[in-house]
C-alpha cells in the first residue's frame, strides 16, 4: 500500500493540506487506531497527515481558577500521571487508565481518542460530564468551541467532517462541592472496549448537602456517547439517599438505546447501565463531600 505523507507545521498548512483532499487524505497523531486500519485494509487514503509539528498541539496546562488544556496530541499516557488530572478529575484519569495497554497510552492522543467519534471512547463520558470543551477549526466556519457532548455526529462521525482539525480540549475547573466518577464493563479485565460505562459529576450545596448540580453520561449504549438527561433531573435539588440514587440509575438505564450484537444483548447492556450509573453517583457523592 502506497500514500502520500506531510508533516505541516502550521495550522493553515495542515488545513490548506487537508481541504486539497477533500476526504482522501487522514489526520496522524498517536496512530494507535489508523494504522492497525491501514495494515488490515480496512480503509484506504491517499496520503497522511501527521500533526505532531504542529505549534502547542501536544501541551498539557492548568490554570488556578480556570482547569485544565490539553494539545489534541496530548499523549493519554500524560493525562494519566498529571497529578492535576488525578486530583481534580478523577473521572477523567479512571477512563484513560483503562483504555489499551501502556505502551499503547505512550502513543495514543487525547484528541485521537475523540476523534475516532467511537460510540464507546472511554475519555468521552468522563469529558461530557466535567463540562469539557475542544477547540476547532472547521472549514468554511473558522474557529470553533464545542461542547464535547455536541461533537459527535455518529459512530466514527463528528462535527469535524473530513477537513476540520481538533486543536485543544479545555475541562473547566470544579467549583465547591464537586466530585466525579467513571467505570466500565468489559468482558475481561484489560484491553477491551467496552459493553457499557457511565460517568457522572456531582456538586452539592454547601449549606443543606442537597445535589446542587449534577451531569451523568453514558457510553457504548447509544451511537454516540450521551447525556442522561431525565436521570439528572431526577438528582437536582435533592438529598442523595440510596432510594434517590437507584431511582436515578433506572431512569438513565430507561434513556440509553443499545443494540445486540456479540459482546452483548441490549437488555444486558442496560442493565449494566443501570448498576455503573449508582456506583458512580455514589462514588461521585462521596469525593465531593467536604
Request: proline fraction near 4%; charged fraction near 20%; aromatic fraction near 2%.
Given at each position: 500500500m502506497r500514500f502520500n505523507y506531510f508533516e505541516?507545521?502550521?495550522?493553515?498548512?495542515?488545513?490548506?493540506?487537508?481541504?486539497?483532499?477533500?476526504?482522501?487524505?487522514?489526520l496522524l497523531a498517536g496512530g494507535t487506531?489508523?494504522?492497525?486500519?491501514?495494515?488490515?485494509?480496512?480503509?484506504?487514503?491517499?496520503?497522511?497527515?501527521?500533526?505532531?509539528?504542529?505549534?502547542?498541539?501536544?501541551?498539557?496546562?492548568?490554570?488556578?481558577?480556570?482547569?485544565?488544556?490539553?494539545?489534541?496530541?496530548?499523549?493519554?499516557?500524560?493525562?494519566?500521571?498529571?497529578?492535576t488530572v488525578r486530583d481534580h478529575y478523577p473521572a477523567l484519569a479512571e477512563a484513560i487508565r483503562v483504555i489499551g495497554s501502556l505502551q499503547l497510552r505512550n502513543s495514543a492522543t487525547i484528541?485521537?481518542?475523540?476523534?475516532?467519534?467511537?460510540p464507546s471512547a472511554d475519555s468521552a463520558p468522563a469529558l461530557m460530564v466535567s463540562g469539557a470543551s475542544v477547540s476547532c477549526r472547521i472549514s468554511g466556519n473558522g474557529n470553533v468551541v464545542v461542547p464535547v457532548e455536541d461533537f459527535f455526529e455518529g459512530p466514527g462521525r463528528s462535527v469535524l467532517g473530513s477537513t476540520g482539525l481538533l486543536l485543544a480540549v479545555d475541562v473547566p475547573e470544579p467549583l465547591g462541592l464537586t466530585g466525579n466518577s467513571f467505570e466500565r464493563f468489559t468482558p475481561r479485565?484489560?484491553?477491551?472496549?467496552a459493553i457499557a460505562?457511565?460517568?457522572?459529576?456531582?456538586?452539592?450545596?454547601?449549606?443543606?448537602?442537597?445535589?446542587?448540580?449534577?451531569?451523568?453520561a453514558l457510553g457504548a449504549v447509544a451511537p454516540?456517547?450521551?447525556?442522561a438527561h431525565k436521570a439528572e433531573d431526577v438528582l437536582r435539588g435533592k438529598e442523595p439517599t440510596p432510594e434517590l440514587l437507584e431511582t436515578a440509575a433506572e431512569a438513565a438505564m430507561d434513556e440509553c438505546r443499545p443494540i445486540d450484537d456479540i459482546r452483548g444483548s441490549a437488555k444486558y447492556r442496560r442493565e449494566i447501565i443501570r448498576v455503573l450509573v449508582r456506583r458512580t453517583l455514589e462514588r461521585a457523592i462521596s469525593r465531593a463531600k467536604p
Open positions: 505541516p507545521t502550521s495550522v493553515e498548512e495542515a488545513l490548506d493540506t487537508l481541504r486539497e483532499g477533500d476526504g482522501r487524505y487522514k487506531d489508523l494504522i492497525i486500519h491501514l495494515r488490515r485494509g480496512v480503509t484506504r487514503y491517499d496520503a497522511l497527515v501527521n500533526i505532531k509539528l504542529l505549534p502547542d498541539i501536544a501541551t498539557l496546562s492548568a490554570k488556578p481558577g480556570e482547569g485544565i488544556h490539553f494539545g489534541a496530541a496530548a499523549t493519554l499516557r500524560s493525562i494519566e500521571t498529571s497529578l484528541g485521537g481518542n475523540i476523534c475516532n467519534a467511537s479485565n484489560a484491553m477491551d472496549i460505562s457511565a460517568a457522572s459529576q456531582v456538586t452539592l450545596a454547601q449549606s443543606s448537602g442537597v445535589i446542587e448540580e449534577v451531569a451523568i454516540t456517547p450521551v447525556r
